[in-house]
């Protein structure tokens, strides 16, 4: 699948640029990833008997003409360029901010517990989170329909995105919702190395942790922006 950093060619590239993979940075910070089974195996623990109807159902219809509405193919492709566009810049224009930036940088005050300095930092990271699934969700709800209109194929891709979003929901709430623990750990890691300026480098780990988050989520949304770039128009007749 594409990585937020190299959208599919043909794609106006995001104003900024999205950093490193979650995984890769978990194993930066010493969290090496459990072995996973088959993904047969765990699609076949994560979807629920609602889940598994609906998608015997959609792999069970005939296959879809081939045929591409090349009008629509041009509307789609130019319409979640500029979206995407816009919502990295503005996602990340979010993750900075100032008045945390200026606290980050400035020595950490004498006599305040761990918990205390950390508050704010964690509500930023909690409120960027949501940020991030609202409105990644909301793309990708509004790009379903865009791909329905352009083949029949890319229709039956809209709606096994649907099916699987909903299904996978469950499954990357807790996975994600751990980052604020394990950010937790980086900051005692910080302030047992330098008590007086390890807020500066656990700034840093905020955000590239909340970069590398965006890299994870925008994953689906670059794989239907992929197939639409792979699903070519008819040439024109000369």
Known sequence: MTSATNPPTGLAPPSTAV????????????VAPAPAPPVAERLGGWLGWADAIGLSQVLAAAPAAAMVNAAS????QGWVA???????????AGFDDA?????????APDGVPLADLLAPFRLHHAQQQRSMAARIATLRERLRPRLAETSGRL??????????????????????GGLPAL???RAETHQAADPRH???????????????ELDLRLQPVLGLVEALHQEA??????
Do not use: I, M, N, V
Request: no cysteine; proline share 7%; hydrophobic share 55%.
């Open 19 to 30: 950093t490193e993979p979650l995984a890769r940075l978990l194993l930066q910070w010493g």
């Open 233 to 238: 128009p008819p040439s024109p007749a000369l």
């Open 155 to 176: 229709a039956r891709l809209a709606q096994l995105d649907l099916l699987f979003e909903r299904a996978l929901a469950a499954q990357e709430k807790p996975l994600l």
């Open 82 to 92: 500029a979206a995407l566009d816009r919502l990295q810049a503005e996602l990340l």
């Open 183 to 185: 950010l937790t750990r």
């Open 99 to 107: 008045e945390l930036a200026a606290d980050a940088a400035a020595p």
């Open 198 to 212: 390890w807020r500066l480098r656990f700034w840093a780990d905020l955000q590239r942790a909340l970069r590398a």
């Open 73 to 76: 193919h041009r509307d789609a």
